[in-house]
């Protein structure tokens, strides 16, 4: 598809972040991600790259925020088409040609997220009601991996074999996309107390390794930032808790100026996980830390308005050379998150740590 014009008359309806990106910057950068659009609907990491269910909705989440409606809805439409009668997608697709045909807990998940969002913005009653059959065989096929102690298996193949291992990012991620899906179950009254059920005892799960700091049911964090700071991103802990984790590892990812790194011993910063933690940071009511890191990032940017993924600091290359589609969607997400701009800011800072059957 084709990169659409920025429409300067509706710049101030986008995220803006004074001192920082402007509504225009935004909108050009909800622009550059149209121009990656496959005709299929598709939203690849980059032109001509893989397609991954997780961060194809991320990027259709960024093109909600900033006005391209349409195309995010053909976005939803190639997940809607492209999942498989158990509920599920492949983990990797390439130009439409499987190249993965694994199953990964948390890609399946997040279709929740995105329906819901794009949902808040729109009002499109129509949208939600096609979306719900597939958010449903999504969240059902995700519930098979859950195990006895909450916590969510990440993965397993076409043939319904699971691999035993929880991962605390992943299962990080399902946390919020059960909320979401809870959110969409009564929406269309057809509430799951099942999913309220598995939303409660993963929460407990994640509290229970993150307040003993010792890693017994799920695998240890990595040298990866998203293990650090994901359990606040997707919801499953926030206060005085979701603070002290934060500080736990901040010297360790944070280069001050720079951004995030990716792995904590590489001098890497990326654009993604700078914008992740910038909206975990909101979540916790840090705004002005979480600007910061917005701005931090900003070097990335290329005129286009497309952000390159990341920038080796030490030799001052970008690496990997390609400007991927879920980094300007993360920063769009942080920019909107920050600025309270469109209805659906609160995606992520809004996720419930506990529901009920009433709910």
């Not at 995010?72 to 439409?77: P, S």
């Amino acid at each position: 598809m084709t990169a659409l014009p920025v429409d300067d008359d509706t710049s101030g309806d986008y995220p803006h972040v004074p001192g920082v990106v402007s509504a225009e910057q935004m909108r050009a950068t909800g622009a550059a991600i149209v121009g990656m659009q496959e005709s299929s609907g598709a939203l690849p990491w980059f032109p001509g790259g893989q397609t991954d269910p997780w961060d194809h909705i991320e990027s259709a989440m960024a093109l909600s925020v900033t006005g391209f409606h349409d195309e995010a809805e053909a976005a939803y439409e190639w997940s809607r088409r492209m999942q498989r009668t158990d509920g599920s997608w492949p983990i990797r697709t390439v130009a439409g040609r499987i190249e993965d045909d694994g199953v990964d807990s948390n890609f399946c998940a997040y279709i929740a997220v995105g329906v819901w969002h794009h949902y808040l913005i729109t009002g499109d009653e129509r949208f939600l009601e096609r979306m719900w059959p597939v958010v449903w065989s999504a969240i059902d096929c995700v519930l098979r991996f859950q195990r006895e102690d909450g916590a969510f298996r990440w993965g397993g193949d076409t043939a319904g074999n699971m691999f035993d291992e929880a991962q605390i990012t992943g299962n990080a991620s399902i946390f919020q996309a059960l909320d979401c899906a809870i959110h969409i179950a009564v929406e269309v009254d057809q509430p799951e107390k099942d999913w309220i059920r598995a939303h409660s005892a993963l929460g407990d799960a994640i509290r229970t390794d993150l307040a003993r700091d010792r890693w017994e049911i799920f695998q240890p964090p990595s040298e990866h930032s998203m293990d650090w700071y994901y359990p606040i991103l997707g919801g499953a802990l926030r206060g005085t808790a979701g603070q002290e984790l934060i500080a736990r590892r901040w010297d360790e990812f944070v280069v001050p100026g720079r951004g995030v790194r990716c792995v904590d011993h590489r001098p890497w910063v990326t654009g993604a996980e700078t914008c992740e933690l910038a909206l975990a940071l909101d979540a916790l009511g840090d705004t002005d830390d979480a600007i910061s890191l917005i701005a931090s990032i900003q070097h990335l940017r290329d005129p286009d308005g497309s952000y390159w993924t990341g920038l080796v600091f030490a030799d001052g290359k970008r690496w990997p050379v390609e400007k991927s589609c879920w980094t300007s969607a993360a920063v769009i997400l942080a920019a909107d998150a920050v600025s309270r701009t469109s209805v659906a800011n609160g995606i992520f800072r809004d996720v419930r740590q506990r529901l009920t059957a009433a709910h």
